[in-house]
């Protein structure tokens, strides 16, 4: 048994640094009876047990973290990714240590380094004896060995010390004993009783008991890391980050596992079923009630369903996600902006019509201030991340982020039947395509027979008229509803080339090639768009056959911004290949021309 700490002679390193995370108490949403953060308060059904969760606000850096006290033994469970939240809780265990000595044993729902990595920084937990570090028997050799890519330190641009795992928990060696219980003593004077067991949900168990007090279960739920462990007290249960192991930009990771997680996913659903568990306890964000969280896992496991066969989410496919994370929100940025203009524009004249209802109305398609300010989040952090040297899978991630609550700020269905519809499912497509790839799959590509010529005359000849003429705004006067609507769309969809000279020829009546119909209309649109904002006086666009393949060329000649470049040809280029062509541009200062490349006529 270790000494009994006192403040004379205290674990080394345990006072947290001046850093130290500044974290209050406060009752979490869920109910009077809910966990409360950084307060030790009794643990339902486990009679004489004591916890104190340590909540943080959700992000990729740290976990939140829990501490156990029974009259047997401290349990902390996950002590996070920072050194400050790490010597915070050697803190607090050093002073329930000095009311009444105690053995310690951290334990980890998996060896992810967000959960364990502040402990390396801290010597409180470095110091041989001062604690026990108990993990799952894959994870337990992962940081024995300090394997970078399971702990996804490589992911992360960190570099992790090999750490010694004094319990490893489910081994294969005790498989083979169910319901035989094992004794084992270790180097902080606990001697503990472990008895393998199966739930009814097919989950590995085991029931480890530090004395007379309440024992701790341990469930083996693999498919976020093959390592993943619940952890039960009484009618707690403690569930590490399964919860997100089907979101995007988590799924994929090294040692994920659809498979597994559909069946663990089933093994802690039965769990929650049997009764008995008042609250689940997760890895990142709040408290949950049992009900709640039963629900959830139920939408997770369908989530997981649909992630067949998806890439592995590694260090390059990070760097991959961050580019085009920030091509995207540029895009982005620049569609919203205009579709934010024409609808202040819409709403400006109606208002000045009298229509005050139906401007209100046009103004409230889209929540203009919320969409500034999540563009302007990403910025900030893009910023940040560059200044610092930041990690590629936060970049993307946070785009990730950005993207799910611009998808909840605009109604499409809506805003199409005012500015261009084109727009509008150009935005849709941009968000929905950079979810796809985060989420571990390539962005649809349908490559089908298409008349080039007939295709983008349509096209673009579509782009110099407006959506609604003279004669159909008055043949509608007579219906209030019919000559509003049209009358929107007459303000909201002006034509790109309205005041450009424009000229389309083709070298031939008809050229049939394969490419993707919407990446094509929507490489076009781009290009004509930047060559508008470059302040082209005039564009010609010209379709050929050259040889076995076809050509389509954009130019625009005297441009008086020709520096500016609005759409990134990064971005461009990518399009392009999903189109089915290759683009190449030339640009002498007064002309900018752009050509598509489509190899092979059918």
């Known amino acids: 048994m270790l000494p009994k700490c006192t403040r004379s002679s205290s674990l080394p390193g345990s006072r947290p640094s001046s850093r130290s995370i500044l974290l209050r108490a406060k009752r979490l949403p869920g109910g009077n009876n809910t966990p409360v953060s950084l307060v030790w308060q009794p643990a339902p059904g486990a009679t004489g047990a004591q916890h104190y969760p340590l909540i943080r606000k959700i992000d990729t850096i740290s976990s939140n973290s829990y501490l156990i006290r029974t009259g047997d033994v401290i349990l902390l469970i996950d002590p996070g990714g920072i050194a400050e939240q790490s010597a915070q809780l050697a803190q607090v265990i050093e002073e329930c240590r000095e009311e009444q000595d105690r053995p310690v044993f951290v334990f980890l729902t998996h060896a992810h380094l967000d959960h364990f990595l502040g402990t390396q920084s801290v010597p409180a937990f470095a110091h041989t004896g001062a604690a026990v570090f108990a993990v799952q028997e894959a994870g337990a050799a992962a940081l024995e060995r300090g394997d970078a890519k399971l702990t996804q330190a490589a992911l992360l641009g960190q570099e992790i010390a090999p750490v010694r795992v004094g319990l490893p928990l489910l081994t294969k060696a005790r498989s083979g004993s169910r319901g035989v219980p094992v004794s084992m003593a270790f180097s902080n004077g606990a001697t503990v009783t472990i008895t393998r067991e199966q739930t009814d949900g097919g989950l590995a168990e085991e029931r480890i008991c530090f004395g007379p007090g309440a024992a701790l279960d341990i469930y083996h739920t693999p498919g976020h890391s093959p390592d993943s462990i619940c952890l039960r007290m009484g009618k707690l249960l403690f569930i590490g980050d399964v919860l997100f192991a089907a ?37 990142h964000g709040r408290v949950i009630a049992a009900a709640d969280a039963l629900r959830m896992f139920e939408a997770i496991r369908a989530d997981a369903l649909a992630l067949e066969n998806i890439a592995e989410l590694n260090h390059e496919r990070a760097i991959e996600a961050a580019a085009f994370a920030e091509e995207c929100m540029e895009q982005v940025n620049e569609l919203f902006t205009i579709m934010a203009g024409r609808l202040y524009y819409v709403s400006y004249v109606m208002e000045e019509l009298g229509e005050d209802d139906v401007a209100a109305e046009v103004s409230a398609l889209i929540k203009g201030d919320v969409i500034d300010e999540l563009l302007e989040a990403f910025r900030s952090f893009a910023d940040e991340h560059h200044k610092g040297g930041g990690v590629s899978i936060h970049l993307a991630l946070k785009a990730g982020q950005v993207i799910a609550k611009l998808e909840r700020s605009f109604d499409g269905a809506q805003l199409a039947r005012i500015i261009d519809p084109a727009l509008v499912q150009r935005a849709a497509r941009l968000l929905s395509d950079y979810t796809t790839m985060l989420r571990g799959f390539c962005p649809p590509r349908e490559l089908a027979e298409c008349d080039l010529v007939r295709h983008l005359e349509a096209q673009v000849t579509g782009l110099t008229v407006p959506a609604c003429s003279d004669d159909d705004l008055l043949s509608s006067a007579d219906d209030d509803s019919a000559f509003t609507g049209l009358l929107l769309q007459r303000i909201g969809m002006q034509p790109l080339l309205a005041d450009v000279a424009f000229t389309f020829s083709a070298g031939e009546k008809h050229i049939l090639v394969a490419v993707d119909h919407d990446d094509l209309t929507d490489l076009v649109t781009y290009i004509l768009e930047d060559l508008v904002g470059t302040g082209a006086a005039a564009i010609a666009v010209q379709v050929n056959r050259d040889g076995n393949d076809a050509t389509v060329t954009l130019a625009g000649t005297g441009c008086t911004d020709s520096g500016a470049v609005k759409t990134g040809r990064g971005f461009l280029g990518r399009l392009s290949d999903r189109a089915g062509g290759a683009l190449s541009w030339t640009d002498d200062g007064r002309t900018r021309e752009y050509t598509i490349r489509i190899d092979g006529l059918i």
């Not at 090294?254 to 802690?268: H, K, T, V």
């Open 247 to 283: 979101n995007p930009g988590i799924a994929g990771i090294c040692g994920w596992d659809q498979e597994a997680l559909i069946r663990s996913l089933d093994g802690i659903r039965a769990l929650l079923a049997g009764g008995g568990i008042d609250f689940v306890l997760p890895g």
